[in-house]
């Protein structure tokens, strides 16, 4: 409670401070304007001019050194035109001129003030409704974590089924198989052959189950890590496209966090898989490594380019990458490589 007061107190001063060059100046040229008037004569009013002074203090200063000033003002545009050389045919005269003018001065002060009332409150308004517009953006960025947070238990619990169950059971059938294979063989029966094939489709069912649980569950789940677990994306692409994929990772660049690398790593997956099916290039190469201000993260290839398929530029894979980028406040560019396919370029500050 103290250092507030503190704070406000500091605050307070600091405000004041900054007025000080005001008053000088609201000083300054109201002498300026009375010595003006002073050379002109009395026969050339420069009245007019005193708006200027009145306005800035009234804007930057207060309604009680504006009120002041325009009395300051009045006064010595009257003791000017009297210097001057100024006649009047009674002494009424300079009192009822002092007050029209003192009332025009001001009236304008009042005006100045109104309009920065005005503008204060528009200003209260915006910064009102900026705070509300952070607040809910900063809710709903919390929420869609939750959301991926509760996705990636869903895809981990899924992952640990299809390892667990599916795969476990798969095998259990390719045994079983490869027992009546082996009797048919035995019994030199033609039926050893298609039995042969089952046992091989099951075997291919189950590398399919693994990959998929692998791809499912996470990495610390996994044990790899997120470089190891890019360059087994890079293998298993290579093995599963026919296509060349290299990968080079920096383990140092790796974030200390869970939650990052996952995020990562997902969306290398999804920009691998796209370049994969829709490039039509012979090499696919994934890179991550420190960049300045930050970490790096690029998927790249050889291919068509990002230009040739619009519809694949704006698709849903793109829109995900986004969105998880978007999530570990990443930001993830998809451009022209340097070889003359696509670059998806994902960078997260340090």
Request: glycine letters at 8%; charged letters at 20%.
């Amino acid at each position: 409670m103290r250092s507030r007061y503190f704070t406000e107190d500091a605050m307070t001063r600091v405000a004041r401070f900054h007025k000080v060059p005001v008053v000088l100046l609201c000083l300054l040229l109201v002498g300026i304007v009375g010595f003006a008037d002073y050379v002109v004569g009395y026969e050339r009013s420069m009245l007019v001019f005193y708006l200027l002074p009145a306005g800035l203090a009234a804007w930057f200063v207060g309604p009680i050194f504006a009120t002041t000033l325009c009395v300051a003002s009045v006064i010595v545009w009257i003791l000017g035109d009297i210097a001057a050389g100024a006649r009047y045919t009674s002494p009424v005269v300079p009192f009822w001129n002092s007050a029209v003018a003192l009332t025009s001065l001001l009236l304008v002060v009042w005006l100045v003030l109104r309009l920065r009332s005005v503008v204060q409150d528009l200003n209260e308004r915006v910064r009102q409704r900026t705070a509300a517009l952070e607040n809910e953006i900063a809710i709903r960025r919390k929420l869609e974590q939750e959301i991926a947070e509760v996705t990636e238990r869903e895809r981990q619990l899924l992952g640990r089924e299809l390892h667990d169950s599916l795969c476990q059971h798969l095998t259990a059938t390719s045994l079983a198989a490869q027992v009546l294979t082996g009797e048919l063989q035995s019994a030199s029966l033609p039926q050893a052959t298609a039995a042969a094939k089952v046992t091989e489709l099951v075997e291919t069912g189950i590398d399919l189950s693994r990959n998929l649980a692998r791809g499912l569950i996470s990495l610390e789940m996994a044990g790899e890590g997120l470089c190891g677990a890019l360059r087994e994306l890079a293998e298993q692409t290579a093995s599963r496209f026919n296509i060349a994929c290299h990968c080079s990772c920096d383990e140092s660049a790796v974030p200390a966090d869970s939650v990052k690398p996952m995020q990562l790593y997902r969306i290398a997956q999804e920009a691998t898989l796209n370049a994969a099916r829709h490039s039509r290039g012979t090499t696919i190469e994934i890179r991550f490594r420190h960049r300045p201000g930050g970490v790096e993260l690029t998927v790249g290839d050889d291919g068509i380019g990002c230009a040739a398929d619009s519809a694949q530029a704006s698709g849903l894979g793109l829109q995900i990458m986004k969105h998880r980028a978007a999530l570990i406040g990443a930001t993830l560019e998809v451009r022209h490589g340097g070889n003359g396919g696509t670059l998806v370029c994902c960078l997260l500050a340090s």
